[in-house]
């Protein structure tokens, strides 16, 4: 699981079967078995005592698993276009934010007194909750993805910010200094140095973001969309269609994991085991 | 700092490196604070200089004026002369008191990070990277991440990594202080053979008065903070050293010159 990266630049994996003497070489579905059967089995705990609760309830209270399941595989719901639009807003949204924020970042740790003005300000803006922007920026952009991008943005941007000029302030000064006696570019300084040194903080602010990317979106869809799966959870609470709001729950829940699995595939790929561990 | 500005020569040849009157203070919590005073001495192209002094006197400083990385307040700094041009992008290489190896590069990475900078050709500058690892004891090492290395290795990484670029002026600070007393003394004998057949100009900070001895042409003594000039003591030992010379009775005469004036019999 986490001791990738050396494995992956071809090195011989370290061998772990020293503390099992008797097992064999296993497949790595067994490992990971191993590791996780007591998640699964919660899991699998919680949808049993779905079903069981379900049972006793009413359809348009609490739906049981199949009903759920049932909604899902219903074409007449149009899901793969809901999640296209949210999947859209949410991943445009954050990757947005991610150039936006490094670049500003960077920015501040070049000018200071850029840093010393608008930090402050960055910080007092941020204390406004970035759900109730929204009506404000379907205002400025009406109706569709535009806006709801706008709010993931917004939400997903200040935890960059702040992150990676943290990242960049915290780099050792003398191996700053190490490149400045070759009489390095800024821009070389900025690329062999000093991101490479805040990546682990860039990552942490992306991971945060990653987490709040899908509220963003989905709060926009409530109040002005067409579209999405935030639009299908609003329609179907009209309609009382319990299922259908379940399978929403289910699918933007599922756009969140993915863009959190690919910040931290991608977390693995460029931060070396050190800088994870002496984080 | 002025760099070779061909001023014209007067008639015995001009050192390389020449400093005077030398002085900087830091501000620290809004007082002053004398680092560096009144230092001045010269060093001929080809010299190995050893820096000895009291921790905190400003060895370390000294060495980062020279290095351009610090500005000092007053007096003259000067490296380069018309015989021998100095371009101070690419003839400094600087071994600094920690090895600051970039723990995401891979040992023969981050040894060629000089030449990545400078923009020297990769393929050669990969070559000549193997060279200098092996010479500084660490072939095999080269795919291995810093982490993975001891505190000796990481620094001996640090010094190949100055040689990369092939500087005309390496400038070194307390490079052995991490290394255990036999690879040390191993060390001492490598750099003093790599100095003599690459007529480069060394500057060298050490606590280790024998260090100094054995690997210099000529010490600079510098007093407790801040640091002045004591004194320079040249020395002339017969070459090739080895690790022997530290018992002859010439080399025991430098010593305790060296202790007499750091004050300390
Ligand atoms: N950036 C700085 N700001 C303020 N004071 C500093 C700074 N760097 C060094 N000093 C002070 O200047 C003095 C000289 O420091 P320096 O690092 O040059 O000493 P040194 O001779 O290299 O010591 P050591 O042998 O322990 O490495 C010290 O007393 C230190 O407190
Ligand atoms: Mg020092």
Known sequence: MTFSSHQAKGKPPVDLAVDEPDSQPSPAWTSWWRAHWLAVLSHLAMVGLWSLASTRMPKFILPSPLDVLLALMNPRYNWPRHMAVTASEVFGGFALASIVGVSIAVIFSWWLFVSRAMMPLLVTINMIPKVAMAPLFIVWLSYGIG?????????????????????????????????RVLRASRGQILTKVQLPSALPFIFSGMRVAAVLAVAGAVVGEFIGSERGLGYAIMSFQSTMDTPGMFVALALITLVGVVLYGLVILAERCFVTADSRASK | MNVAEASPAPDSVQPFIHLDKVRKSYKARGEEFLAVSDVTFDVAAGEFVALVGP??????????????????????????????????????????????????????????LPAEILGLPIKQSRERARDLLAMVGLAGFEDRYPH??????????????????DPKLILMDEPFGALDALTRERMNVELHRIWRESGKTILFVTHSISEAIFLSSQIVVLTARPARMAALVPISLPEPRTVADKTNAEFSNYARKVYELLGMT
Do not use: Y
């Not at chain 2, 370390?60 to 041009?85: C, W, Y």
């Open chain 1, 147 to 179: 806006p709801n991008i706008l709010i993931t943005f917004t939400i997903c941007f200040f935890p960059i910010v702040i992150n990676t000029t943290r990242g960049l302030k915290e780099v050792e000064p003398d191996l700053i200094d190490l490149v």
């Open chain 2, 55 to 112: 921790s905190g006197c400003g060895k370390s400083t000294l060495l980062k004026i020279l290095a351009d990385l610090h500005h000092h307040d007053s007096g003259e700094v000067r490296i380069g002369s018309p015989d021998n041009p100095f371009d101070p992008s690419r003839d400094i290489g600087m071994v600094f008191q920690q090895a600051l190896l970039l723990r995401w590069r891979t040992i023969i990475d981050n040894v060629m």
């Open chain 2, 148 to 165: 993975e290395l001891s505190g000796g290795m990481q620094q001996r990484a640090s010094i190949a990594r100055a040689f990369i670029h």
